[in-house]
T-cell receptor
């Protein structure tokens, strides 16, 4: 089982649609969670952190369910400019010490006019 | 812009050669992480440096090594290059906050190994 798994995609949606991305992680001791956005041939950029209480930033809502080890991202009223790859990211502190960041493979979103 | 810079932007090497990639972190950040991203995949964690010491490592062989300097800039060194090392190499800087830190990425170095 992969440490962080995302919907394989791609998702093709019309402008104005609501789209949901799902992510699961395998390590129950994972500490922090993020969604990043990556445009073609560019570096990943932070979209939002994810908290157990859920958090919203404009059209974007992120949720974390620690019991199910599940993270979600919802985009409402999607725009053409939302077309990108969405990466689920988990931070761990392994037992041996140190720090480790694990990215999912990403889900590609195409928003069409 | 994140304030994280990387050099060079592109590089072509041949199998067996060695390469050094550089990263300057965002002002005030004390932690740098390096990632390898192959085409169509998510970034893979190589290692992290905190205050000049390796603070975590992914599943990469010892020929991938790094350094962090007192000004928190960093280098990634790869020896004995293989064709599969062709990828985008990303560095990310952060301020250590007990696992809660947010990482900010540089634009990456595209390495092609022939």
């Amino acid at each position: 089982r992969k440490e962080v798994e995302q919907d394989p995609g791609p998702f093709n949606v019309p402008e104005g649609a609501t789209v949901a991305f799902n992510c699961t992680y395998s390590n129950s001791a994972s500490q922090s969670f993020f969604w990043y956005r990556q445009d073609c041939r560019k570096e990943p950029k932070l979209l939002m952190s994810v908290y157990s209480s859920g958090n919203e930033d404009g059209r974007f809502t992120a949720q974390l369910n620690r019991a199910s080890q599940y993270i979600s991202l919802l985009i409402r009223d999607s725009k053409l400019s939302d077309s990108a790859t969405y990466l689920c990211v988990v931070n761990e502190s392994p037992r041996g010490g140190g720090f480790k960041t694990i990215f999912g493979a990403g889900t590609r979103l195409f928003v069409k006019a | 812009e994140t304030g994280v810079t990387q050099s060079p932007t592109h590089l072509i090497k041949t199998r067996g050669q060695q390469v050094t990639l550089r990263c300057s972190s965002q002002s005030g950040h004390n932690t740098v992480s390096w990632y390898q991203q192959a085409l169509g995949q998510g970034p893979q964690f190589i290692f992290q440096y905190y205050r000049e010491e390796e603070n975590g490592r992914g599943n990469f062989p010892p020929r991938f090594s790094g350094l962090q300097f007192p000004n928190y800039s960093s280098e990634l060194n790869v020896n004995a290059l293989e064709l599969d090392d062709s990828a985008l190499y990303l560095c990310a800087s952060s301020l250590a906050q007990g696992g809660q830190e947010t990482q900010y990425f540089g634009p990456g170095t595209r390495l092609l190994v022939l």
